[in-house]
């Protein structure tokens, strides 16, 4: 779906990546293979992109209908310190 992408997706639990190169096969590497602290920040592109889709969550949000009892079930409190639109 995403072929054309470079993206990693990091299992903290049990220390495992999966990377997946563009237009190559993805793998499976040890977290200690990539060090994510040796990685750059983000770039300005980056924190402008999250800037509008947070701007955009909360435009499109109606305040009257939202659900805070149904948002913690459909997603726990400890994933949303890694969403952009919660922050």
């Known amino acids: 779906r995403f072929t054309k992408e470079n993206f ?3 299992d903290e639990d049990r220390d495992l990546c ?3 190169p563009k237009d190559k096969e993805w793998f499976i590497a040890s977290g200690n ?3 994510f602290h040796d990685l750059p ?3 300005d592109n980056e924190k402008i ?3 509008l889709f947070t ?3 909360h435009k499109i949000a109606i305040k009257e209908r939202e ?3 149904l948002q913690r079930q459909m997603l726990p409190l400890r994933f ?3 969403m952009v639109e919660f922050n």
């Open 33 to 35: 293979a990539i060090r």
């Open 49 to 51: 992109m999250q800037e």
């Open 8 to 10: 990693v997706i990091y």
């Open 18 to 20: 999966l990377v997946h």
């Open 80 to 82: 949303r310190k890694d």
């Open 55 to 57: 701007h955009f969550c």
């Open 41 to 43: 920040g983000q770039s």
């Open 67 to 69: 659900n805070k009892n």
